[in-house]
C-alpha cells in the first residue's frame, strides 16, 4: 500500500517559475528519496534525505524534512520545459523496501 | 550508480499465457527489488529478491503469480504467470541498498 500523498496531484507552471511539491508520509522512516519519471519510463534518483536530516540541495534542487509533521518537500528554481516529469517520493525503513508516493505531475510550459 | 537493463522492454500479450521478464545489472549488487506500476499509479513493490535465498513477497503477491528467480549476483528474473488484463503494467527492477536505482521497466500489455 502507499505510504501517503502528494500535493498537487498535478502542477503546471511557467519556465523559469519554482515548483513546489509536498509529500506526507505515515510511519517511522529511515530515508526518505525523491524521484523523476518521464512519461512511465524508468525512474532518475534525485535526492536522498535522511531521517536526521532537515534540508539538502542537489543543484536546482532543495528538499526539506518535517519528521514531526511526517512531510516533505521538493523544490525545483527555475524550471525548464525538460523537468517535465512525473516526481516521485519513497521512504524506506531499515530493511529498504521503498513505499512510493502517489505522485505528482509537473508540466513546464516553455 | 550500477547500469540496469531490462527486457523486454514492452509486450503484447494474451490472456491466460506467462512472461519473463529479465533484469541485467553490469555489477554485482546483493539486494533486488521488483516493482509494478499500473497505469497512471504509484509504484508497488512486489517481492525482494535476494541471491541464495528464495524471494520474500508483499502482502498480495504470492510466488504462483509471480515466480522469481535470482542465480547470480548479476541477473533476476520476474514471470507474470496466467496474465489477464488486470496485469496491464509497468514492471521494474530496482538494485540497492540506501540509494535504489531502476532499469528502464517492462510495459506489458494484456488483451
Known amino acids: 500500500s502507499q505510504q501517503g500523498e502528494e500535493d498537487p496531484q498535478a502542477l503546471s507552471i511557467q519556465e523559469g517559475e519554482n515548483a513546489t511539491m509536498n509529500c506526507s508520509y505515515k510511519?517511522?522512516?529511515?530515508?526518505l528519496q525523491w524521484y523523476r519519471q518521464n512519461s512511465g519510463r524508468g525512474l532518475v534518483h534525485l535526492i536522498l534525505i535522511r531521517s536526521n536530516e532537515r534540508e539538502k540541495h542537489s543543484g536546482r534542487l532543495r528538499v526539506t524534512l518535517d519528521t514531526s509533521k511526517k512531510s516533505s518537500s521538493l523544490l525545483i528554481t527555475a524550471s525548464r520545459a525538460a523537468d517535465t516529469a512525473s516526481y516521485f517520493c519513497?521512504?524506506?525503513?531499515?530493511?529498504?523496501?521503498?513505499?512510493f508516493g502517489s505522485g505528482t505531475r509537473l508540466l513546464v510550459r516553455p | 550508480s550500477a547500469v540496469i537493463s531490462q527486457k523486454p522492454s514492452r509486450d503484447i500479450c494474451q490472456r491466460g499465457t506467462s512472461l519473463t521478464i529479465q533484469c541485467q545489472v553490469d555489477?554485482?549488487?546483493?539486494?533486488m527489488f521488483w516493482y509494478r506500476q499500473q497505469p497512471g499509479q504509484s509504484l508497488t513493490l512486489i517481492a525482494t529478491?535476494?541471491?541464495?535465498?528464495?524471494?520474500?513477497?508483499e502482502s498480495g503477491f504470492v510466488i504462483d503469480k509471480f515466480p522469481i528467480s535470482r542465480p547470480n549476483l548479476t541477473f533476476s528474473t520476474l514471470t507474470v504467470s496466467n496474465m489477464s488484463p488486470e496485469d496491464s503494467s509497468i514492471y521494474l527492477c530496482?538494485?540497492?541498498?540506501?540509494?535504489?536505482?531502476f532499469g528502464p521497466g517492462t510495459r506489458l500489455l494484456v488483451l
Open positions: 519513497a521512504t524506506d525503513d531499515s530493511s529498504y523496501k521503498l513505499i
Open positions: 530496482s538494485v540497492g541498498a540506501e540509494t535504489q536505482y
Open positions: 555489477s554485482q549488487v546483493t539486494m
Open positions: 510511519t517511522s522512516i529511515n530515508n
Open positions: 529478491a535476494n541471491q541464495g535465498s528464495e524471494a520474500t513477497y
